[in-house]
């Protein structure tokens, strides 16, 4: 498959690039800073690498980029600084997400729909579900969406796809991964996906492992029976101990 890794160049992008890769598959990447990747990726023979500002490719540039895409894995995210939080670009998710799903809409051909894998957050809720949120979280999320960019940057992200893209487009699925607290380990541990949170991600958040959450995005992707299960889902990751 042809497959494009928005985020290439962070601790979770890294793994999914590298899984795909494993896999076979024809991968590109774009990224501001090559030299902030692995040097096994350097020099990978199925790896294709375009170092540029994403947001600052034109549409038709996009547009080369998405077309006869099998699948696009988005792994963007701010950096924990004041710069990356508070600095531009602030909607960074929403806004590639949302060029890169219009341009696939203007260029497709395939016979199957491009499946679109975003990473987000176990704090942002499905609006589609009647997910229980107590009123002190709500608080939280509400002094959140406020005071970090991040934060409404991620909702408006998931918001995108349920609202825009949907469950009936005929060019794009989708799902929207939400993992719990990341943390960083060097193998794959037992991990579950369930449809909504069973723990608050702001009193009782837990943590699962980059590895873990790149492992689902890329079978996602390569498992067409597990991507059937969570199309159009926003399932949440947490360890599998700790459901």
Known sequence: MKIIVLGASGAT?????DMLLRRGHQVTI????????PESFK??????TIAANLL?????QIASHVRDCDAVASC???NISFTGMYGHPRKLVVEAERRFCEAIKKTSTAAKPVKFVLMNSSGVSNRDLSEPISFGQKLVIGMLRLLLPPHKDNEMAADYLRTQIGQNNKHIEWTAVRPDGLIDEEAISPYKAVPSPTRSSIFDAGQISRINVAHFMSELINDDTLWNKWKGQMPVLYRA???
């Open 30 to 37: 774009i990224v501001r800073s090559v030299e902030k990747l």
């Open 76 to 78: 963007l995210g701010h």
């Open 241 to 243: 101990s700790e459901t």
């Open 56 to 60: 600052e490719l034109s549409d038709q």
């Open 43 to 48: 020099h990978h023979r199925n790896l294709t």
């Open 13 to 17: 992008g890294r793994h999914v690039t």
